[in-house]
């Protein structure tokens, strides 16, 4: 197929602008969205785990349930994390993990206990 150069600027033009399009776009849609950051990850597994310690309601389900095994999943992992980002945390980030993991384990504890 052999298209004649005015028909290929037309085409690469209407690429272009589809894509700048496209590119618009993507940045409002980024300002809809918060940007994933360690706060918002570490924050993210201890909702999930106190989701799992039966604490807050499972917000597909709209139950609280009880799974102690997916929570201590769930702590160890955040355990690891303290670990291997050791030294290279923000005062804020390294409080943030100490405090979530004090608390989770503190609740974990409870409820191993009260079964």
Excluded: C
């Excluded at 004649?4 to 618009?24: A, H, P």
């Amino acid at each position: 197929m052999d298209l004649d150069k005015e028909t290929r600027k037309k085409v690469d033009e209407n690429w272009k602008v589809r894509i700048e399009n496209e590119k618009t776009k993507a940045s409002d849609d980024k300002e809809l969205y918060h940007e994933p950051n360690f706060t918002v990850f570490v924050s993210s597994l201890g909702m999930q785990a106190m989701i799992a310690l039966g604490k807050l309601e499972n917000p597909i389900t709209k139950q609280t349930e009880k799974n102690t095994q997916q929570a201590r999943y769930l702590i160890d992992t955040i355990g690891i994390l303290k670990e291997k980002t050791k030294g290279n945390l923000t005062r804020e980030e390294e409080t943030l993990l100490d405090e979530s993991l004090f608390s989770l384990r503190t609740i974990y504890i409870e409820e191993k206990e009260t079964k």
